[in-house]
């Protein structure tokens, strides 16, 4: 009896070392999808790979021979190595499917623009401040939001003169359309409108009293029928306390169009806080 003891301990020894021998021979990696298995010797035909969430509810057995084998696993899964013994011992490996890069942006560009009949552009289906707006996002990778009026402007740039100049004399706040979800995500808010009057047009006024861009980086942009940025600068200073403002854009709205490449030289000269 002792002695057929002392055979099976021996037994089970042997195996032991055989499975970690064979499978510490081995080598496992994982890269986008695919799972790798390297370095397995002929005699060990018992690697199977599972992988689980953690918690073992969603395991998988994966039949592995040397090489690649694609795994449906997503991140935060955790791949193991089996001996494939009766005990499914994981002998080798343990390896977390890194989580994906980060896709989302913290970069945003929030900009009002009026299309229709524009000065000394005629009429056009997008505002020129739009178009910079467009060409920034083109080159940059962030969420756009436009700040659009609920009560469309006119069309008509003659009727549209007489409400803006309402608006600034009554300091008022018009509303627009839809919301940002989560400003606090954004580091960076590229701030983009026409010169209105002089000034910043009054919806600019309600759009930064709705979202706190303190503790952001600032980036102005704004197109202008000769003005250049008239008071718009001190004006959204102190609309953004606490913000850090960058050297911004500004250009004749009848330039807009071909603005494309000054766009992008700008953009190259500013040093970003956060790359893109
Ligand atoms: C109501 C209104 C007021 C304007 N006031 C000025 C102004 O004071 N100074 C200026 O240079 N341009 C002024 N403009 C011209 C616009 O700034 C210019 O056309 C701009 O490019 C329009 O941009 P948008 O198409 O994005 O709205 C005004 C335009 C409008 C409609």
Known sequence: MKTLKAALVFIMAVFAVFAAASAFAAE??????TFTVSGLDGEAKLIQVSYTDGCLSRVKIYDVENGETNVDAVAGDKLFLWDGLDTMRPVAFTLSVPAPENTEKNILIAYFSRAGENWQVGYVEKGNTAV????????????????????????????????????RQNNERPEFLGEIGNIDKYDTVFLGYPIWNGGLPMIMYTFLEQYDLSGKTV?????HGGSGWGSTLSEL????????????????????????????????????????
Do not use: H
């Not at 920034?136 to 756009?144: K, T």
């Not at 980036?219 to 197109?223: E, G, L, V």
């Open 219 to 223: 980036i102005p942009f704004s197109t």
């Open 28 to 33: 496992m990696s994982y890269d986008n999808g």
């Open 237 to 276: 200073r102190s609309l953004c306390p606490g913000a850090e403002f960058i050297d911004g854009f500004s250009t004749p709205g009848t330039n807009a169009r071909n603005a494309r490449n000054d766009v992008v030289r700008w953009l190259e000269g500013i040093e970003l806080p956060i790359e893109s």
């Open 132 to 167: 910079i707006a467009e060409y920034i996002s083109d080159s940059v990778d962030a969420d756009v939001f436009e700040i659009a009026p609920t009560v469309p402007y006119p069309k008509d740039y003659y009727e549209t003169i007489p409400i803006a100049q309402r608006e």
